[in-house]
């Protein structure tokens, strides 16, 4: 019985620019079908990470740093048949049309000649670019061509996805519209690597991340792993209709609750999840009898994360 | 406090001075400057001083010699450098996108031309500044008479501004440096040689208009020495050497008045060049990524189109052209589709623009010379070699740094081509350019082989026998076109790929190419003298060290050193075969490592072995 490997492994891995240490030591790995985010500020050593993983970066020094099995330094031409590499540029010629700009890059896929209108109609679809097939590229916006570019990422359908800032620069429309093709490629079990600086973003679509600052590994883990060990409480906003009399006073005696500060039309809980689960106080809130009439969990709060385990170093 | 009222704030200047000081660059090409200018003083002054060991005092009075030799070759290098150093002045600020914010500053449009002008002056002027120790010693050794002096200086400074006006004004129109760069030496060789070409064949009636001018002229005082005997010296008025050897013979007051009067011209042109400098900066400003050649010939396409739909031709298409996707070389199709360099259509025009005046003037020369080498020609075949080692230039060296600029690279290295097959295809487009540009070339040669065949036939005993052999000189010819292009290919290829930026990596090619042409005379020098009893002859096969030697003995038939044709065309075939195979060993062997990506080392892994990912389809057209 074979195990599968882990789709990325990176053991002790350097990246030199001179005397400049971009990145020190740094080891990760990453499971297939996971979508890791890597964070950090400026200048910490993300894209020299993912750069290196993409077979672009000559010089590094590393114990380990294999893509689904194979080892980078062996056969670099095996690893880009299976990733997509976006960069945090567009990289895209101007002189084509968007169909041109697909075909260009399906036959440098070596992609079935017989397949590559069906595969590049397909990838426009999920892009929603259909209708600018024929639209030279340097008319499209920034947004489209940032489409574009995800297109051309997924026409040899990778098992990595390296993604290097891609909602960089775009407005929230754009962001939004890239983020839900982000969401649909993970629920089709893509590996994904994704670096952004929109906290925001990648709180809703990572189930892992990695914090790096200053070329080293700040904390890596689960959402969830790098909530508790942190301590961080989540905020459940909930709305209660009729008297508050005696309420506060009762939920905060519940254990688990941290505080309860009553705000304009409802009340916040700061809620410590090793102790009581969000359904658990949804449940014991019921059953003191009071009418809820909202109950929200507050998204887990990446932002008050980052700036915890980063001091704004760069390496 | 209060004296700070009245200085001058020339912050522009400054930070173009600061930044020049800071740059190693400026260094290093300041000294290779004052070695290879002192180099060439040396090699021109080492005729003199060679035959005077028996009597060193019998160079006194000969200041006269390496003064106009110093005045020369500063002359040379105004007009070689100086486009060079001023083109990017203002693209530059337009590439960083820097220029925007210039220009909502109190900074007014003239001030921001002036501050930059003033830079790049300085920048010349520092390196004019390195012939002074050459020029006090000149004049100590007398021969050189005050007004000579002058009017060496003045005609010295009076191009140094002509010249560099030209290189911001282009600077100033051009969207990129690049263009600029090539448009600068364009217009200044119209500018310089224009009028004399237009002259000489009197295209459009100039030559009697000038000749009509000139019959004015040479009544007038002060003129009339200098005009009457040649008719065409109104046609050089804004080319300052000219006047200068015209003009240095004389003496005395007399003589600088006369040169004062003929720089008006130049102070002119300099003036319409800054205001027309100054008139284009806000307007073409923020221009959009344009491909001028790509556009005239699309404009030309339409044209085409428009004049064939009449009601004889009916839109009739003899040869359709498709649209066609790339299959299987992505690459070399959007190379040789995409490019106006690399498409058939638009080579063929190029062909066309060239080849048409080719013949013409192969006609014309043909027509009017009587000698068995035809000089017409012979300048003819060495301007369309600059013109092919510009082309080739521009469009080898893109190829990879193109890419690089434009931020294009990365993607396509992700892509499973090997580094091989990424040249092979690159490489394709430039191919074809050399296809086109083989054209002209051989026509001039094939042109002349047949003049020295015809003349052979009639005047078989002449002076030198070496301008008859027609059969040498053109498999010397053919030869040297069939080794150089390839060889000038993949050498601006390699650099393309070695330099990070296209403007540098361009203008890199060019600087290489000229100082590979007169590299083996300078480095000559220390040679002979350190060792002045060495025997030139011994190392006369050096001079194919620089690949323009070839090309100039060969046309003007100079082979008595050699004592036979075919000795320096198996060294010279041998040396640049060997460079040519060299540059594209180093293209092939290491283009993994020069693109900055890994490289394969040989090792290959079963893709059936690896692990299958086991996730879900995305696409619909694979279920």
Request: with cysteine; glycine share 6%.
């Amino acid at each position: 019985m074979s195990t599968q490997p882990p789709m990325v492994e990176v053991k002790n891995l350097w990246v030199r620019y001179g005397k400049y240490e971009a990145v020190k030591g740094i080891s990760f790995s990453i499971p297939k079908g996971e979508v890791f985010g890597f964070i950090g500020p400026n200048g910490a050593g993300k894209s020299s990470t993912i750069k290196v993983l993409a077979t672009l970066q000559r010089e590094y020094q590393c114990d380990t740093v294999k893509i689904n099995g194979i080892s980078l330094n062996k056969a670099p031409h095996l690893i880009r048949e299976i990733i997509g590499y976006m960069p945090d540029f567009f990289g895209v010629y101007e002189d084509l049309t968007a169909r041109e700009y697909l075909h260009f890059f399906a036959a440098a896929y070596r992609i079935d000649r017989k397949k590559r209108k069906a595969i590049v109609n397909d990838v426009l679809e999920l892009t929603d670019l259909t209708g600018k097939i024929d639209a030279p590229v340097d008319s499209l916006s920034r947004g489209m061509k940032q489409r574009l570019a995800l297109a051309r990422v997924l026409l040899h359908d990778p098992d990595l996805l390296l993604l290097d800032e891609p909602a960089s620069g775009l407005d929230p429309r754009a962001r939004i519209e890239v983020r839900e093709l982000l969401v649909a490629l993970k629920e089709m079990g893509k590996t994904i690597i994704i670096s952004s600086h929109i906290l925001h973003e990648l709180s809703q679509l990572c189930t892992s991340i990695g914090i790096i600052e200053a070329g080293e590994f700040v904390t890596q883990g689960s959402l969830d792993h790098i909530y508790k060990r942190l301590e961080l409480s989540r905020v459940v906003h909930v709305q209660i209709v009729g008297e508050m009399n005696g309420v506060c006073e009762n939920i905060e005696a519940m254990p688990g609750v941290k505080s309860v500060t009553v705000q304009a039309d409802r009340l916040a809980i700061q809620l410590q999840e090793d102790q009581l689960a969000v359904e658990d106080l949804h449940a014991k809130l019921a059953a003191t009898g009071v009418k809820i009439r909202m109950f929200q969990a507050e998204a887990m709060d990446m932002e008050t994360v980052f700036m915890k385990l980063t001091e704004g170093k760069t390496a | 406090m209060k004296l700070r009222r009245f200085q001058i704030s020339l912050p522009l200047l400054s930070k173009e001075l600061t930044e020049m000081a800071n740059r190693r660059r400026t260094y290093i090409i300041r000294t290779i400057y004052a070695l290879l200018f002192l180099g060439c003083i040396g090699y021109i002054s080492l005729d003199q001083v060679s035959g005077l060991q028996n009597n060193p005092l019998a160079i006194l009075g000969r200041g006269r010699q390496i003064f106009e030799s110093m005045i020369y070759l500063q002359f040379t290098a105004i007009y070689l450098f100086l486009p060079a150093i001023t083109c990017s002045v203002i693209t530059q600020e337009k590439e960083h996108n820097s220029l925007g914010l210039l220009l909502i500053t109190r900074l007014s449009p003239s001030t921001i031309i002036l501050e930059k002008y003033l830079g790049r002056l300085i920048t010349m002027v520092t390196f004019l500044m390195l012939g002074l120790p050459i020029l006090a010693f000149a004049y100590s050794l007398g021969g050189v008479s005050p007004a000579m002096f002058i009017n060496g200086l003045w005609l010295l400074v009076l191009t140094m501004f002509q010249v560099a006006a030209l290189g911001v004004l282009c600077s100033s129109f051009f969207r990129t440096t690049v263009s600029a760069f090539i448009a600068s030496y364009v217009f200044g060789f119209l500018m310089l040689f224009g009028p004399v070409i237009s002259y000489e064949l009197n295209l459009f009636f100039f030559g009697d208009f000038l000749k009509m001018i000139t019959d004015q002229v040479r009544d007038m005082p002060l003129w009339s020495n200098y005009i009457s005997a040649r008719r065409g010296d109104l046609s050089l008025l804004l080319f300052a050497p000219y006047w200068f050897d015209r003009l240095s013979g004389g003496g005395g007051i007399g003589s600088i008045g006369r040169t004062f009067l003929i720089s008006i011209p130049i102070l002119l042109s300099t003036f319409v060049f800054l205001i027309f400098s100054h008139y284009f900066l806000v307007r073409r400003a923020f221009l959009p990524s344009r491909n001028y050649l790509l556009n005239l010939f699309k404009s030309l396409d339409s044209i085409f189109s428009k004049i064939n739909h009449n009601r004889v031709t009916r839109g009739i298409v003899l040869v359709k052209e498709q649209i066609q996707l790339p299959e299987n070389r992505p690459i070399a199709w959007r190379e040789t589709s995409k490019k106006s360099l690399g498409t058939v259509r638009y080579l063929f025009r190029i062909l066309i623009a060239l080849e048409v005046p080719v013949l013409f003037l192969c006609l014309f020369i043909a027509s009017s010379s009587p000698a068995a080498i035809v000089p017409g020609a012979v300048m003819l075949l060495w301007f369309i070699w600059g013109l092919v080692v510009l082309l080739l230039a521009v469009s080898a060296t893109s190829l990879i740094s193109g890419e690089r600029s434009h931020e294009t690279l990365d993607v396509l290295l992700t892509a499973p081509i090997s580094g091989t097959d990424i040249l092979t295809q690159k490489i394709a487009g430039v191919r074809r350019l050399s296809m086109a540009l083989l054209v002209p070339l051989l026509t001039i040669v094939l042109f002349e082989a047949w003049w020295k065949w015809e003349y052979a036939q009639i005047n078989p005993n002449n002076r030198n026998p070496y301008e008859l052999q027609w059969l040498p000189y053109l498999i010397g010819s053919l030869l040297t076109i069939g080794i150089y292009l390839p060889m000038l290919t993949w050498l601006f290829c390699w650099i393309g790929m070695k330099v990070k930026s296209q403007t540098k990596a361009i203008l890199s090619a060019l600087g290489v190419i000229v100082l590979w042409c007169i590299l083996p005379f300078i480095l000559m020098f220390p040679v002979l003298i350190l060792n002045p009893s060495f025997n030139e002859e011994s190392v006369i096969y050096g001079l194919f060290l620089s690949p323009a030697s070839y090309i100039v003995i060969n046309e003007i038939a100079e082979f008595h050193e050699f004592g036979t044709t075919w000795g320096p065309l198996m060294i010279n075939s041998f040396i640049y075969g060997g460079c040519y195979l060299l540059f594209r060993y180093q293209c092939h062997m290491h283009i993994d490592k020069n693109l900055g990506r890994l490289d394969s080392k040989g090792n290959f892994i079963d893709r059936s072995t690896l692990f299958p990912s086991g996730k879900q389809s995305l696409l619909s057209s694979d279920q």
